[in-house]
């Protein structure tokens, strides 16, 4: 089997994806650098978020899904053989558009994972939740009910949840589907902030509809259009000068 | 584990083709051997007599004769309960109203069987027989149609809750009154679903068992009149089933199969009936789908 | 014409009426008879045959739903959990499964009964019993908990699912952490209300379990009879008294059922969704 350890950088060559006849990504060649936060835009339907669930292999749920391609995190073939999907799946961990805490305690939320790999001593199952809380800079707000009712919690709170659900697994990727799109400035902040913390240990990659977040938060940037990838640089450059026009005028909000 | 869940879901498969397969095996050649006709057709029951005959036409006609009598009254009286709930009703009293008649939906059919016998029998046999035979059909649709009414009501309440509001309003926009909307327009929209709860009533009425034995008669003999002792399909299965073998037991199972296959037909209808249902509303969406 | 529609919005109301009446009156009926006749000897007393009682049906009643519900839950529940989750309630095996659970819905319970008759009393050997009774009853609310459970797994939302896989989570733990405990509420509802219907059906068992009225089962190949069998035993053997007192228990027993199928089913929705629900 594989494992996934070393470096945690990720690489797409010659991705091509369908949806029954539709050609939903054409040609795709990417690096993506480890430790670092990389923003993918562009218009709807542009398949930016396809391509991101390639990585954690989500779009094999979808009926009728066919790819072509390469694809590897740290150097494994993350469709090989070898490669055991839910374990993948365990190193790179995913936050959806909209917050989706499982219908059961925080507590529980958050030891779901480490419970999946038959974690079941009280005391270490305790550290975990605490740790991920932490570093999901929840902690200090939901300490006093971790056996309260996950749904409970604020739509802000429960994204950092689900975050800190997905840091549980110890995972050394975190996609990240438009995290912030469904919430308030204020608790996009919150996220936007923690993102700055976790890319200290974690290769981030966020698919986002918001320029100005890419600008804040992103070390580099990739720009999607029609199932292709336009251009792909250091986020500096890509809103500063965009080598491609049509770029230029996304960013520039004549269309998308 | 998937073969685990894909083995449970096909028992239903295997318990549908099972109870068919029983039924055609010992019912089907036991209707060849009396003669479709003089099975179907016959009018002569007398399955203990040394040289028995098996006719279920008496049975066929009286299950026909409750079904119809008990529909009309359910649907009558269910259907107009229903547009009263809908539009004529304090709102305050309909969601508990409502809430009572589904509850009321679960009473077991062998209380409605003692209420008619107990009541309506001796009130029927006193007050209105003209031969002062209590049991018999009318007894028998009386009871079944107020055991039918609760299902009649919710499927008709829904299918009309379902009909867009904006028929209502555009109605009374146009001058119609409160009842000419409701009768005129909202009714014929909602036809199709309380066609459907029509359809399904019809179903628990030709099989009901309990109900009916208890307030039928049970001679097998045929209807002529609404006071009268008679048999109907299910009454004819439960009856002679207590007490009989050989013969007569396969000509019970083929009673069964005709049951069965009435069942289908009614079965078969009332998805043809869902599925029109479905295809108008695909319909509709095209329409808005060219005009776009 | 306008006048003859409000003449019609008073037929309505008057059907309203009738309705309201014809069904309280059943109600009525069965507690003002039943009522005055009912007794603790009656429900828990020793049959004799002067003075007959409910124990053998209640023994019988209470094995019967004990059987029909380790029979028919597990086979309904994961043959919902394969229809939903495995095939995504889509395809060809799916429209078979549905065409036969809502043939089998629609089949009389009498002709359960004919069934439930040629396989195990006569086929089987087993002569009238319990077991075979309970089987039958078994196949008979099968469609009810196979459709239900469909739409309680339906109503899950897609995004848990997403969010366990998401973790690395299998497809089976998926199922068993997540996806029923967040349909527990309606699944456990839709339990209650088929238990209510083995506890109201009498024409199955009229050929399956032989309405031994007066012996306590001694095991479960042994002749019995139910609540609602007892009923129409003691209206057919000139025991109205008797007859309408045990309508009064299962009727009591049968509405309870149905009041607490929703009450639990809410209570469970409410302590897993919280209050956010």
Same mark, same amino acid.
């Given at each position: ?256 | ?292 | ?38 007794? !603790?000897?009656?429900? !828990? ?78 086929? !089987? ?108 035993? !003691? ?33 469970i929705k409410k302590s897993t969704y919280g209050d956010a629900k």
């Amino acid at each position: 089997m594989n494992e996934f350890i070393g470096s945690m950088d990720i690489t797409a060559k010659g991705c091509n994806l369908y949806y029954g006849d539709f050609h939903a990504l054409k040609d795709i060649n990417i690096e993506i650098p480890e430790k670092q936060v990389t923003a993918l835009i562009g218009p709807s339907g542009c398949g930016k978020s396809t391509f991101l669930k390639i990585f954690n292999r989500m779009n094999d749920l979808v009926e009728g899904c066919r790819m072509e391609g390469e694809y590897r995190i740290g150097g494994v073939d993350i469709f090989d053989k070898e490669t055991d999907v839910n374990v993948l799946r365990k190193n790179v961990g995913m936050v959806f558009q909209k917050p989706n805490p499982f219908p059961m305690s925080i507590y529980d939320n958050i030891a779901f994972a480490p419970r999946t790999v038959g974690i079941t001593k009280r005391s270490e199952l305790d550290e975990i939740v605490e740790r991920s809380l932490r570093r999901a800079s929840i902690w200090d707000e939901v300490k006093d009910r971790l056996r309260k009712n996950a749904l409970g919690m604020s739509g802000g709170q429960q994204q950092r949840l689900c975050i800190a659900r997905s840091l549980a697994a110890s995972p050394k990727v975190l996609l990240m589907d438009e995290p912030t799109s469904a919430l308030d400035p204020i608790s996009t902040g919150k996220i936007e902030e923690l993102m700055e913390e976790l890319k200290k240990d974690l290769t981030i990659v966020i698919v986002t509809h918001n320029m100005q977040q890419a600008t804040r938060i992103a070390d580099k940037t990739a720009f999607f259009l029609l199932g292709e990838l336009v251009e792909y640089g250091n986020t500096d450059d890509i809103f500063t000068s965009p080598r491609d026009e049509r770029t230029e005028r996304y960013i520039t909000g004549r269309f998308g | 584990m998937r073969v685990v869940f894909l083995f449970s879901a096909f028992f239903s498969i295997l318990a549908l083709a099972t109870i068919t397969m029983f039924l055609f095996v010992s019912g089907v050649p036991f209707i060849a051997k009396t003669g479709f006709a003089k099975f179907l057709f016959g009018s002569d029951w007398i399955p203990l007599a040394d040289n028995p005959s098996y006719g279920i036409f008496p049975m066929i006609v009286a299950s026909l004769y409750v079904t119809a009598l008990s529909v009309i009254i359910g649907i009558g009286i269910g259907l107009l309960t229903a547009i009263a709930l809908y539009k004529f009703c304090p709102k305050k009293l309909v969601a508990p109203i409502r809430q009572m008649i589904n509850l009321l939906a679960g009473i077991p059919s062998v209380i409605f069987g003692l209420f008619g016998m107990t009541i309506v029998v001796p009130f029927i046999r006193d007050y209105v027989s003209p031969t002062g035979v209590g049991y018999g059909i009318l007894s028998a649709s009386l009871v079944l149609g107020i055991m039918i009414l609760p299902t009649i009501v919710s499927v008709s309440l829904d299918s009309l809750n379902s009909v867009s509001n904006t028929y209502y309003e555009g109605a009374l926009a146009l001058g119609a009154t409160k009842e000419q909307a409701t009768f005129k327009i909202m009714l014929p929209a909602a036809k199709s679903g309380i066609l459907a709860g029509v359809v399904l009533a019809v179903g628990r009425a030709v099989g009901e068992t309990m109900a009916v034995i208890m307030v039928i008669g049970g001679s097998p003999e045929r209807p002529t009149s609404l006071f009268q002792s008679v048999r109907t399909l299910t009454a004819n299965i439960a009856m002679g089933a207590m007490e009989s073998s050989g013969d007569t037991l396969s000509a019970l199972i083929a009673t069964g199969v005709v049951l069965f296959v009435f069942t289908l037909i009614l079965n078969v209808s009332f998805s043809l009936l869902k599925i029109d249902k479905r295809d108008k509303a695909d319909g509709k969406k095209e329409k808005r789908g060219t005009k776009k | 014409m306008r006048k003859l529609y409000s003449a019609l919005k008073y037929v309505c109301i008057a059907c309203l009426a009738i309705s309201l009446i014809a069904l309280v009156a059943v109600v009525a009926y069965v507690l003002i008879n039943g009522i005055g006749n009912l007794s !603790f000897n009656l429900v !828990f007393g020793e049959y004799k045959p002067d003075a007959p009682t409910l124990l053998p049906a209640l023994v019988g009643t209470l094995e019967l739903v004990a059987i029909a519900a380790i029979i028919a839950v597990p086979i309904g529940i994961a043959s919902a959990i394969f229809l939903v989750e495995y095939t995504n309630n889509k395809g060809k095996f799916v429209k078979i499964v549905g065409i036969a659970t809502e043939t089998l819905a629609g089949i009389p319970s009498i002709v359960y009964g004919l069934f439930g008759y040629l396989i195990f009393v006569v086929a !089987f050997g087993w002569g009238y019993s319990l077991l075979g009774g309970a089987i039958t009853l078994a196949i008979m609310i099968l469609p009810t908990i196979v459709r239900s459970t469909q739409e309680s797994l339906l109503s899950v939302q897609g995004g848990l699912r997403e969010g366990a896989y998401a973790l690395g989570t299998s497809k089976v733990r998926t199922i068993f952490k997540i996806v029923l405990p967040s349909a527990a509420g309606g699944i456990v509802t839709a339990i209650i209300l088929a238990i209510g219907r083995v506890v109201s059906e009498s024409a199955v068992l009229i050929l399956t379990i032989g309405m031994v009225v007066n012996k306590v089962p001694e095991t479960l190949m042994a002749p019995g009879t139910s609540l609602a069998l007892d009923i129409y035993y !003691f209206a057919n053997h000139g025991r109205p008294d008797e007859a309408a007192a045990t309508a009064v228990v299962l009727l009591i027993l049968v509405m309870l059922l149905n009041l607490l199928a929703g009450w639990i089913g809410n209570l469970i929705k409410k302590s897993t969704y919280g209050d956010a629900k």
